[in-house]
């Protein structure tokens, strides 16, 4: 017998590829809590507290020391005096890092 | 020993008496013409037997006038009045023998027609024992006869009626006014009230006359009216009460009027009684048939405003709540009605009985136990949401298109100051609150202390029917959405536009994805946190299918650099074409259906738990039912239990090759979207941590402040009877005491 | 609402989010074991981007504690905040400022001198300590 796909109808959710929750994905895992922004706790794929888009309107970044926010969380935090231009997970100068695609993530994506 | 002057006493009062009868006459001629006069007017007064054959005597008018004169002047008259009186009561046994005999005869057949004949003869009666007053009304003592007659006749006449007579009266009244024993050319039977009026039986039988209007009036109005809904019925009412009524009340109640004015004085009374009867009646009438009449709107209205103007008249409101309420417990609020039809009810309940009351009480009174029934059944918001989203699998919806779309209303708190305030009603009651303004779906919305479930049951509802989306259309939902906004609220929806925006993001991305490696897949990619819970699965897809999963995946990640897929593998639907050795299929299945058959084209034999290794944990009646729907289409075959083969070559069926998974196959689609009861068990346990925070640093608590405080908690919607039951079971395990209403930690 | 033992807060009221009470027990093996302290916490509008106002409303005799206000001493709550510290770090902060006081910067010199001698101390604390009673 000859199976041929014609169409498929399928359901995924979409998920930021942080670079460390993905490293032993298999597919059953699309219902973890996820990881949360540290300022705001929503998580990263919710959207901050300004946002009501979340995705492409509501971005990560990710500094050179690893953490990831919430862009919008995090431009606020060093907009204020108290932040020293540090990251506030490690107090560390905040250094936007370089996000290199396709880097090699293990797992679904890009085998 | 008699004494001269007795004697002579006695001379002169003879001679007195003689001069009198003698008048002065020669000799005695004057006496003995006063004899005969006596006799002859005696004798023409004497009662007789009409029943006699013989044929009365005839008199000679100017003798008899004569011997009265003679009477007359002779001073006898009085004397005359006795001796007929006495007469008169001597004959009376003749009335009561005609009496008797009719009355037997009535007995026997009910006939108003005899009651009726046996009230013209006794008036032939009366009539012919008159005495005459052509003759005598010259007299001083004329009209004292006449009257002294007509109340001796009457005392007797009504001492020998028997207690028939008035159920004849009854029934020849009622025949008087269906016109079944008037003569033709008396339609309205004059001659018979005539006849009733001499005989004085009107005021003897008022009340009884009467009665019959009314039971006239109620048997008309319920022969004309029960069930007649759809045209007003007071007009005619009143046009019937007018033409057949009124003119029927002119001869018993407004005898005697010299013209119409005055008759119409004499009629007032009576008249407004019979109008406030037959508003009652068709009160009462309505009242008993309500249910059906609101089951039957809008067809109905015409029959619900002559019930406003009834009401107006009869206070008959608390009757109309009891029944309505009585009805409704009994046809509408049990386990045994569809939600759908309560709550259909219910609205046009509402409809209804603001076309009838318009201030509002009465439907509050009548709502109140549906409300509290509807907020018990698990489905009541479910159905809501669909009616709301124009879910319309059964025709009938709750909301009228029709109606202008408004934000949901909060009761409105009464403002005195405003000059247009009314005070409510008097039998509104101490909880009663005006309703003026909110719309049906306000209404329905407010059965719930919190719209948080209607928002929730919203996500899920629109959840089930994106991911079911067969073209691709969201033209509906988008307007769906747009039409809740207006009534939820802005911010309520937001999760909604999310939906909405991964529906368009889906298409956009797959369109890039196909331009770039053209796939056969087309998924719906979801934000989570926006989206409903999904029921989470555990599969994995075999073969070809998961190679499919990987390129998109692929492809999705290198046009969303910082973004990765995740899939929901056991969701969604596959469109296959299976070509077999002697023919192709084509199936469009659920992915484990897919998934199996796939399988089946690595080899043609497998047990059911080889097949559930190779997709990972899905559960044995899922597997069962997939691979029932191949039995089905003939492409698998159950060899012995749980072995399952290919059919490459089509066979014929034999009988008892399917029954085996018969039962299987009648497990329901469960939806993908978990259930918002489902969530709501899970969730407590987390308000849980709130409640023990709260009264760690807060102390103890009234339940009010606990239910306020735990509202700051995202998401959370429980009634506050909701969580009463949740603090007692919290009580029965020893986590918390209560006392005077206050809660505490337990120690 | 809190996991760690010893340690929770919550709103004052369902009106008012940024005004909240807390609670905080005393460290086994520390001075201030088995004693609770309330407490109040003040969030600004601006939070996490700013710390939280965190005063004592039980009189709490400490170094880093000024007795009379309830105002508190301690860097993370000054110039070393940051917007990722939550309600429960800040509280676990303060209940091991509790057992390790800073002598450096003391809001309390009398405390501070005399957290040497724990005895001394103990009496101190327990003469300005007033128990919890349930409700606030």
């Known amino acids: 017998m000859k199976v041929r796909v014609k169409h498929w109808s399928a359901v995924a959710q979409w998920r930021w590829n942080t670079g460390n929750n993905n490293n032993n994905d298999n597919y059953a895992a699309a219902d973890d809590e996820g990881d949360v922004c540290g300022i705001c706790r929503v998580p990263y794929e919710g959207c901050c507290p300004t946002c009501k888009m979340p995705g492409d309107d509501c971005p990560l970044i990710w500094g050179q020391c690893s953490h990831v926010y919430h862009m919008h969380c995090l431009l606020k935090w060093l907009g204020t005096p108290t932040s020293k231009q540090q990251c506030p997970m490690d107090r560390r100068p905040w250094v936007t890092a370089e996000r290199k695609v396709n880097n090699n993530h293990t797992g679904n994506e890009a085998p | ?747 | 609402m809190s996991s760690s033992p010893g340690i929770s807060a919550f709103p004052k009221n369902d009106s008012n989010l940024f005004e909240w009470a807390g609670t905080i027990e005393g460290a086994p093996g520390t001075i201030y074991a088995s004693l609770a302290f309330r407490i109040s916490i003040s969030f600004p509008s601006n939070y996490p981007y700013s710390a939280p106002t965190i005063k004592f409303e039980t009189p709490c005799y400490h170094p880093n504690v000024d007795i009379n206000g309830g105002a508190i001493c301690l860097d993370i709550l000054q110039d070393k905040w940051s917007a990722v510290y939550s309600v429960q770090t800040v509280l676990l902060s303060l209940q091991s400022l509790l057992g390790e006081p800073n002598n450096a910067s003391p809001l309390n010199p009398d405390a501070a001198n005399l957290w040497s001698n724990p005895e001394a101390f103990k009496v101190q604390l327990m003469k300005h300590y007033r128990p919890l009673d349930g409700s606030a």
């Open chain 2, 1 to 747: 020993m008699v004494s001269n002057a007795v004697r002579a006493q006695v001379a002169a009062k003879w001679q007195e008496s003689f001069t009198r009868l003698n008048r002065s006459e020669p000799g005695i001629s004057g006496l003995m013409a006063f004899s005969d006069a006596w006799t002859l007017a005696t004798e023409f007064l004497k009662p007789r037997d009409l029943n006699d054959p013989k044929p009365r005597r005839q008199y000679d008018n100017r003798r008899v006038r004569m011997a009265f004169d003679t009477i007359n002047k002779c001073r006898r008259l009085p004397v005359m009045m006795e001796v007929f009186l006495e007469d008169l009561h001597n004959s009376q046994y003749l009335i009561a023998r005609e009496v008797e005999s009719h009355m037997n005869l009535y007995s026997e057949t009910s006939d108003p027609v005899i009651v009726r004949a046996l009230i013209f003869r006794l008036v032939e009666w009366y009539n012919a024992w008159s005495p005459p007053a052509e003759q005598i009304i010259f007299y001083r003592l004329g009209q004292t006869i006449i009257s002294a007659y007509m109340l001796s006749f009457q005392t007797h006449l009504f001492s020998v009626l028997p207690a028939s007579f008035a159920r004849g009266v009854k029934s020849l009244v009622a025949a008087t006014l269906l016109g079944t024993v008037s003569p033709p050319s008396d339609q309205r039977d004059s001659a018979l009230w005539h006849a009733f009026d001499m005989l004085r039986l009107v005021e003897r039988y008022e009340t009884l006359i009467a009665s019959v209007g009314y039971e006239y009036i109620e048997s008309h109005v319920h022969e004309t009216c029960a069930g007649a809904w759809s045209e007003p019925m007071l007009p005619k009412l009143r046009a019937w009460m007018l033409e057949k009524i009124v003119p029927w009340m002119i001869w018993p109640f407004a005898r005697g009027a010299t013209n119409a004015e005055e008759a119409k004085t004499m009629m007032q009374g009576v008249g407004s009684r019979f109008e406030f009867h037959m508003h009652k009646t068709l009160c009462d009438l309505r009242t008993k048939e309500m249910f059906d009449i609101i089951v039957d709107f809008p067809d109905s209205v015409p029959a619900l405003n002559d019930l406003k103007e009834c009401l107006q008249r009869v206070d008959q409101r608390a009757e109309l709540v009891q029944s309505l309420r009585r009805a409704n417990r009994k046809r509408l609020l049990h386990p045994g009605a569809d939600t759908k039809d309560i709550l259909l009810q219910y609205v046009s309940t509402i409809k209804c009985l603001r076309i009838v009351d318009p201030p509002g009480v009465l439907l509050f009174k009548v709502a109140d136990p549906i409300r509290r029934y509807l907020r018990y059944r698990p489905d009541t918001i479910r159905c809501i949401v669909a009616s709301l989203v124009g879910d319309g699998e059964s025709g009938d919806s709750l909301i009228d298109d029709s109606e202008p779309i408004h934000p949901l209303q909060q009761p409105e708190v009464e403002n005195y100051a405003d000059p247009e305030w009314i005070p409510e009603p008097v039998d509104a009651g101490p909880d009663f609150r005006a309703n003026k303004t909110s719309d049906i779906i306000s209404t329905l919305v407010s059965i719930y202390d919190s719209k948080d479930l209607f928002i929730k049951e919203l996500q899920v509802l629109l959840a089930q029917r994106l991911l079911a989306l067969k073209d691709g259309n969201l033209d509906r939902e988008r307007r769906n959405v747009e039409i809740l906004k207006i009534r939820f609220g802005e911010s309520a929806l937001q999760v909604c536009e999310v939906m909405l925006r991964d529906m368009t993001d889906s298409r956009r991305i797959d369109q890039h994805v196909q331009s770039q490696k053209p796939n056969v897949m087309h998924p719906t990619i979801i934000s989570r946190h926006f989206w409903p819970a999904l029921e989470v699965s555990d599969m994995v897809m075999p073969g070809q299918f998961q190679d499919l999963q990987e390129q998109y995946a692929k492809e999705f990640s290198s046009f969303k650099p910082d973004k990765v897929l995740r899939w929901h593998p056991h969701l969604g639907r596959i469109h296959l074409e299976l070509e077999l050795d002697d023919r192709t299929v084509e199936a469009d299945v659920p992915p484990l259906e897919a998934a199996f058959i796939e399988l089946f084209s690595e080899k043609n034999t497998w047990t059911v738990d080889e097949l559930i290794t190779r997709v990972g944990k899905v559960t044995r009646s899922a597997a069962l039912k997939a691979l029932g729907t191949w039995v089905d289409m003939r492409l698998l075959k159950e060899e012995s239990e749980n072995v399952f083969r290919l059919l490459s070559v089509a066979e014929d069926v034999t009988e008892d090759a399917t029954p085996k998974l018969g039962m299987a196959s009648l497990r329901e689609d469960l939806p993908p979207v978990i259930s918002v009861q489902q969530q709501q068990a899970e969730q407590m346990r987390v308000y849980w941590k709130f409640i023990e925070g709260m009264l760690t640093n807060l102390g103890s608590l009234g339940l009010d402040r606990i239910q306020a405080m735990l509202k700051l908690a995202p998401g959370y919607d429980r009634t506050i009877e909701q969580l009463a039951n949740f603090m007692e079971a919290a009580k029965r395990e020893g986590l918390v005491t209560v006392k005077d209403g206050l809660w505490k930690l337990g120690k």
